[in-house]
């Protein structure tokens, strides 16, 4: 979500707009024509990789036209306060299904925070003039949640510039990967994430999958593929920094993605930008975004069965790779921008 706002970021920045992000603490304080305010924070005990900050001073915030939030806790109640106090108005994007990580902050989990969950969401989203949905979805979700207030689509964009197509094997070459039949699985390795679907589903596969990433997950990912006697299948490549991903992509036969928690799913377009098909499940966002038979394939979630017998019968077409790309342009971060520059017009 980050590269993604910066990106959008840049791209208004391009078109003449002036652009100001207010984060957690951070050592960026510009970025390329964005500048950047962060705010002293810590770490969020139950889940380290979120930082929580305490932002303050909300009359030294630059004159702003509108507040955009990006997230439903302190930064998002900050950007409330800054809009009332200058008398703008204030829209935000639903990044996140907050109710499917309840588990992490306790063991009553789902059955009691989740409802609990929903209801601070409205009580946050539904104080907005209007929002933005990542998917139709996660519209559809929104709604069903009684969240009331106008809801536009808009995908997060991504650089189909930075996220291209490299020769398979010169990729494969480059970060050491053997294998005939190579899939990937890049992401946070969250235990709501089903990455132990698409590891189980290779225990009587004749092929290879890269594990790109880390997470709260990443141990217990470690000992299932112990135990089912796949470490010779299954390749734990960890952190992967930005510059990295696009030879990753296109090094695998195709990105696998079992969630059933994406709002977006921002990574198959990634995938797919970089020649790289999908095998995904049939849940949330990802039919979207995957035509079956086109430019990947879907199973039924939580199959483990039906995603391994897509795995073995899976082969790699220039035709399902085009189609993959063609895909990709409509998530184009100039497309993404251009539609966002008329939700923000439509406000004034």
């Not at 094997?169 to 992401?187: D, V």
């Not at 969250?190 to 596969?205: C, L, M, P, R, S």
Request: hydrophobic fraction near 35%; include cysteine.
């Amino acid at each position: 979500m980050v590269t993604s706002l910066l990106n959008a970021g840049e791209e208004l920045t391009k078109r003449g707009h002036e652009v100001f992000i207010f984060c957690p603490k951070s050592n960026i304080k510009e970025f390329k024509g964005v500048t950047v305010h962060s705010y002293p924070a810590v770490k969020f005990k139950p889940y380290p990789e979120f930082m929580i900050a305490v932002p303050q001073g909300r009359d030294k915030v630059p004159r702003l036209d509108v507040v955009h939030t990006h997230s439903p806790f302190t930064m998002g109640f900050f950007g409330w306060r800054v809009a009332k106090f200058q008398g703008i108005p204030k829209v935000s994007t639903f990044h996140t299904l907050l109710s499917e990580y309840v588990g992490y902050v306790s063991k009553l989990g789902k059955t009691i925070l989740r409802p609990i969950t929903w209801e601070f969401c409205r009580t946050f989203y539904n104080k907005h003039e209007r929002l933005i949905a990542p998917s139709k979805t996660l519209k559809k979700t929104l709604r069903d949640h009684e969240i009331r207030k106008p809801i536009e689509v808009i995908p997060n964009g991504i650089d189909v510039n930075f996220f291209r197509p490299f020769d398979k094997n010169k990729a494969r070459k480059k970060l050491r990967l053997k294998g005939e039949k190579i899939f990937l699985s890049l992401g946070r390795l969250g235990h709501e994430k089903n990455v132990d679907i698409t590891i189980q589903a290779f225990k009587n596969v004749d092929a290879r999958l890269v594990i790109a990433g880390r997470g709260p997950a990443e141990k217990k990912l470690k000992k299932l593929t112990t135990k089912l006697g796949l470490k010779n299948k299954v390749i734990f490549r960890g952190f992967i920094p930005e510059k990295l991903k696009p030879l990753y992509y296109s090094a695998a036969d195709a990105l696998i993605v079992a969630s059933e928690v994406e709002t977006q799913g921002l990574v198959l377009v990634e995938a797919m930008a970089c020649g790289t098909p999908v095998i995904g499940a049939r849940s949330g966002p990802i039919p979207e975004i995957i035509r079956d038979g086109k430019n990947g394939y879907l199973f039924k979630s939580k199959d483990i069965g039906g995603l391994a017998e897509k795995i073995m019968t899976f082969e790699t077409s220039q035709r399902m790779k085009k189609n993959a790309l063609k895909t990709s342009k409509n998530y184009s971060i100039e497309k993404c921008v251009t539609k966002l520059e008329e939700f923000y017009r439509e406000l004034s």
